[in-house]
Structure formats: structure tokens, C-alpha cells
T-cell receptor, first 116, second 110 residues
Framework: NAGVMQNPRHLVRRRGQEARLRCSPM?????VYWYRQLPEEGLKFMVY????????ESGMPKERFSAEFPKEGPSILRIQQVVRGDSAAYFC??????????????FGPGTRLLVL | KNEVEQSPQNLTAQEGEFITINCSYS?????LHWLQQHPGGGIVSLFM???GKKKHGRLIATINIQEKHSSLHITASHPRDSAVYIC????????????FGTGTLLAVQP
């Protein structure tokens, strides 16, 4: 039973390019969360998605960032026109939920984005 | 003031020592998580608590909902326990986002 998969594990982009980060949740999980860890800072929530729906995007920067979780395929975090300040580790987590019951969130290995 | 506060920020211990890391929070929560992160590494979920106490191997986590406080204990610490330990609370309601503490960097020396 594979865990949460993220790819790529490391991504280097030049300023102005686009970054696409992928997250495949654990089998059976329909809830995906994206978190960002800036250098020397703690983790911060970005967005919470269920299949084909964005539930909470209160942590997403207003511009250049978008996320989706299509019916088929992985969740994608997209950063357009990257800037040096976007350099960070981006973690995805997934969970199973049924009704009001929430299982723990399982984290992927992260994608380390470096913007040159 | 952060919604989730951890103490200490840094902790150095000798192998075999009993270790306690504390977490206090100021928001309503539906659950509290303890996570482990090795330098440059991924994040492992150690515990999810909504009440009482949980134990897994040498790790013990407790939570006091009334006092909005949780502790993570490590018994018979070992150098491989060296990592950052992060407390995170899950807010209630429709969103299940986690709010993280800044982490406690633990170094266990042989």
C-alpha cells in the first residue's frame, strides 16, 4: 500500500517560469492538503481539496498560485511566474474521511522547489 | 502570538534520558497531531489525539483539552530520535487544515 507520492522531489526553476507539483494521495483517500515550509520557518497551510472541489484555499497566495484535484489523476499545485520567495518545501498530505469522522493526515516526502 | 506554541525550541539530551516536549494552543480544535521531521526529510505522523493519552513504543502523547495543552514524551531516548518534532492542531468545522507550531529541534547525543 503505497504512501502519499509527490513528484518531482526536487525542482529547479528560473524566475518567471512555471512550477507544477504533483501529489498522488494514498489509495482510498479523497482529501488532499497542500502545505508550504519556507526556509527556517514552520509549515503553513495552503489549500484543502476534495475530488473536483476546493474546500478551503485561505492559505493560498492571491496571485500566481492555483491548485486542483481532478476526478482522475493526481492533485496539482501550480505556481506561475515563480519568484525567489517561492523557494520552499511543498508538502502534500492526504486523509480518508467519512461523514464527520476524520482520519489522520499522511504526508508525502515533499517537493523542494528552488527558484534561481 | 502564535496560535500554537511549542517549548522548548531546542533541546539537547544524552542518550537514555526522558524527554518532554510541550505544546499549548489558543484555538478550538477537533484533534491534535504530533509530527516528526528529520533534517531535509519528509514528515511522519506520530500521533493524532483528541483526548487522553496514546502510546507507541517509546513515545507517549497526552492532551488536556480543558487546559489546551499537549505533551510528547520520549522514554529511553536514542540518537536516532534526533529530529524536529512538530505539534499541529486541526481546527474544527468544514475545513480540516492543520495549524502548526514552530517545532522543537531535538538532538540526542550518544
Amino acid at each position: 500500500n503505497a504512501g502519499v507520492m509527490q513528484n518531482p522531489r526536487h525542482l529547479v526553476r528560473r524566475r518567471g517560469q512555471e512550477a507544477r507539483l504533483r501529489c498522488s494521495p494514498m489509495k482510498g483517500h479523497s482529501h488532499v492538503y497542500w502545505y508550504r515550509q519556507l526556509p527556517e520557518e514552520g509549515l503553513k497551510f495552503m489549500v484543502y481539496l476534495q475530488k473536483e472541489n476546493i474546500i478551503d484555499e485561505s492559505g493560498m497566495p492571491k496571485e500566481r498560485f492555483s491548485a486542483e484535484f481532478p476526478k482522475e489523476g493526481p492533485s496539482i499545485l501550480r505556481i506561475q511566474q515563480v519568484v525567489r520567495g517561492d523557494s520552499a518545501a511543498y508538502f502534500c498530505a492526504s486523509s480518508f474521511a467519512q461523514g464527520n469522522f476524520q482520519e489522520t493526515q499522511y504526508f508525502g516526502p515533499g517537493t523542494r522547489l528552488l527558484v534561481l | 502570538k502564535n496560535e500554537v506554541e511549542q517549548s522548548p525550541q531546542n533541546l539537547t539530551a544524552q542518550e537514555g534520558e526522558f524527554i518532554t516536549i510541550n505544546c499549548s494552543y489558543s484555538v478550538g480544535i477537533s484533534a491534535l497531531h504530533w509530527l516528526q521531521q528529520h533534517p531535509g526529510g519528509g514528515i511522519v505522523s506520530l500521533f493524532m489525539l483528541s483526548s487522553g493519552k496514546k502510546k507507541h513504543g517509546r513515545l507517549i502523547a497526552t492532551i488536556n483539552i480543558q487546559e489546551k495543552h499537549s505533551s510528547l514524551h520520549i522514554t529511553a531516548s536514542h540518537p536516532r530520535d534526533s529530529a524536529v518534532y512538530i505539534c499541529a492542531v486541526r481546527s474544527g468545522g468544514a475545513t480540516n487544515k492543520l495549524i502548526f507550531g514552530t517545532g522543537t529541534l531535538l538532538a540526542v547525543q550518544p
